[in-house]
T-cell receptor, first 111, second 115 residues
Framework: GQQVMQIPQYQHVQEGEDFTTYCNSS?????IQWYKQRPGGHPVFLIQLVKSGEVKKQKRLTFQFGEAKKNSSLHITATQTTDVGTYFC???????????FGKGTTLSVSS | DVKVTQSSRYLVKRTGEKVFLECVQD?????MFWYRQDPGLGLRLIYF???????EKGDIPEGYSVSREKKERFSLILESASTNQTSMYLC??????????????FGPGTRLLVL
């Protein structure tokens, strides 16, 4: 079945360093969504990308959707301790009938 | 703001017990979902529902059933709890705005321990 792979599984950075997580699908996606789950919390929607090659920014966060609509990335510039948590990508299949989550990348930041 | 609530944050049950996890959303969302979250395995879909009295199996439905008698409420039932069902259970809901455009809103989760 359709799979969404996410790497790395864990990443530790020093505060101020950059961070990137990558998401790859085995099939073409209709869109990609990103969620953040703080420690002890629940996933919270961050953003949705729909168009091929789309790039969106939210302050220090940059989200990209690949040209083939099979991969995506989230890049955080100059990480802060408030960025800690697990970041999930999730893609809808072309039929739009199911949202498939990646396993998430857990980010830790030391000051 | 969308609010998704779950009946318990923490639950301890014994093997063989029947367990009910309740989820309620207050935004008139058509779609509701039950996931379990385990370390290293991410979010796995158990069941979902696109309408009242409608249910669809997700990726790991074995050992679970669901009930959706009212639009705002989606219940997950463990017919006979087993230790391998110890997990964090997350409920989510979404508005049906068009194929593949829905954003999911999650509840706070129920951490279930089966002894």
């Amino acid at each position: 079945g359709q799979q969404v792979m996410q790497i790395p599984q864990y990443q530790h950075v020093q505060e101020g360093e950059d961070f990137t997580t990558y998401c790859n699908s085995s099939t073409t996606l209709s869109n990609i969504q990103w969620y953040k789950q703080r420690p002890g919390g629940h996933p919270v929607f961050l953003i949705q990308l729909v168009k091929s090659g789309e790039v969106k920014k939210q302050k220090r966060l940059t989200f990209q959707f690949g040209e083939a609509k099979k991969n995506s990335s989230l890049h955080i510039t100059a990480t802060q301790t408030t960025d800690v948590g697990t970041y999930f990508c999730a893609g809808h299949n072309q039929a739009g009938t199911a949202l498939i989550f990646g396993k998430g990348t857990t980010l830790s930041v030391s000051s | 703001d969308v609010k998704v609530t779950q009946s318990s944050r923490y639950l301890v049950k014994r093997t063989g017990e029947k367990v009910f996890l309740e989820c309620v959303q207050d935004m008139d969302h058509e779609n509701m979902f039950w996931y379990r979250q385990d370390p290293g395995l991410g979010l796995r879909l158990i069941y979902f529902s696109y309408d009242v009295k409608m249910k669809e199996k997700g990726d790991i439905p074995e050992g679970y059933s669901v009930s959706r008698e009212k639009k705002e409420r989606f219940s997950l039932i463990l017919e006979s709890a087993s230790t391998n069902q110890t997990s964090m259970y997350l409920c989510a809901s979404s508005l049906r705005v068009g194929a593949g455009q829905e954003t999911q809103y999650f509840g706070p989760g129920t951490r279930l321990l089966v002894l």
